[in-house]
C-alpha cells in the first residue's frame, strides 16, 4: 500500500478541512470524560486542532504529546499552540507504526483520521495498545463508508464512462486509504485486546460549490488519484470530467463529512 504523504498539503489541510471537523474533535472530546490529570498521546495530530481541544480541558499534571508523520504538520501544530499560550502540549515527527514512548505510559491514546492510512493497521492498533496503560481509555476516529459520498460518486461515475482514465473506480482505494464500517473498525480494535464501550458514526453535510468541494478533497489527497495519468491532457480532461459531474447537482451539491467513533479501554489484567 501507498502512504499518503500530507506534507504538501498541511497548509491547506489546516484551513479547508480541519475547522470543518471541529464537531468531530468536540464529540471525541466529550466522549473521553477527561478528569484534567491524564497524560494524553494524539497519533496523527496534523495542525493540532483536536490536540489543542484536548489541552484546554487538562489541568495541573496534565500533559499532551502529539505525533505526526508529516513534519509540516508539525510546525503548524507548534506554531498555532505557541499563538495560543499553550504549555501542556508538545508536538514531534513520529511514526505511529513505531511510537517512541515506552509500554504503559498513557492514561488516553487519541487519533483522528489517522487510521485509514496507515500501511499496517493492526501494527498500529498494537502500538496504541502497548503505550496505553492498563484501565486507559483509546478514542478512534477514522473516515467512514459514506466519507465523501458526493465526490466518490462523481467520480465512480466518471471512472465508468472513461476507463481509460482510471484503472479502478474508487478514489479512496486508489489513492491507498481504507474506509471503515462502525462494525469493522470495532473488530479490529478488540482484535487487539482492546474491550468496546461505545460505537457510533458521526455524518454532517453543509452546501458547497464544485470548485470548493474539489479544493477540499485535494486538500487531503493531493489529486493523487490522478497520479496514475502522466500526460497532462488527460489529467487536465480528467479533472474537468470530475468538476462537470459534480456541477451537475446544481444547488444540490453538499460535502459529507463522515466518521466512525470507536471509544474502548485496556482491560486491568
Not at 473516515?143 to 459520498?149: G, I
Request: charged content about 20%.
Amino acid at each position: 500500500m501507498r502512504i499518503n504523504s500530507f506534507d504538501p498539503v498541511a497548509q491547506a489541510y489546516s484551513t479547508k478541512v480541519a475547522p470543518r471537523r471541529f464537531s468531530q474533535f468536540l464529540t471525541l472530546v466529550h466522549e473521553l470524560e477527561l478528569l484534567g490529570h491524564e497524560k494524553v498521546l494524539d497519533i496523527g495530530s496534523g495542525p493540532g486542532e483536536l490536540s489543542l481541544q484536548i489541552a484546554r480541558q487538562l489541568e495541573a499534571g496534565g500533559f499532551l504529546h502529539g505525533i505526526d508523520l508529516a513534519p509540516n504538520m508539525v510546525r503548524l501544530a507548534r506554531k498555532t499552540a505557541a499563538l495560543h499560550g499553550y504549555n501542556n502540549v508538545t508536538f514531534q515527527k513520529g511514526n505511529a507504526l513505531n511510537i517512541q514512548f515506552n509500554d504503559d505510559v498513557f492514561d488516553v491514546v487519541v487519533s483522528s483520521n489517522a487510521f485509514p492510512w496507515v500501511p499496517d493497521r493492526l501494527l498500529f492498533l498494537q502500538e496504541v495498545y502497548r503505550v496505553l496503560k492498563p484501565g486507559g481509555r483509546f478514542g478512534l476516529v477514522a473516515l467512514s463508508n459514506d466519507c465523501y459520498r458526493e465526490f466518490c460518486e462523481a467520480f465512480r461515475r466518471v471512472s465508468k464512462e472513461n476507463p481509460d482514465l482510471f484503472p479502478i473506480h474508487k478514489p479512496f482505494d486508489l489513492v491507498g486509504a481504507k474506509l471503515h464500517s462502525m462494525f469493522e473498525l470495532s473488530r479490529q480494535v478488540a482484535k487487539v485486546g482492546f474491550q468496546i464501550q461505545k460505537r457510533f458514526v458521526l455524518s454532517t453535510q453543509e452546501p458547497i460549490t464544485p470548485d470548493d468541494y474539489l479544493d477540499r478533497v485535494n486538500a487531503i489527497i493531493n489529486e493523487n488519484y490522478l497520479s496514475h495519468l502522466t500526460n497532462n491532457k488527460q489529467r487536465t480532461t480528467a479533472r474537468q470530467l470530475l468538476y462537470n459531474a459534480l456541477a451537475r447537482r446544481n444547488g444540490e451539491l453538499k460535502v459529507t463529512e463522515s466518521s466512525t467513533f470507536v471509544i474502548a479501554t485496556k482491560p486491568v489484567s
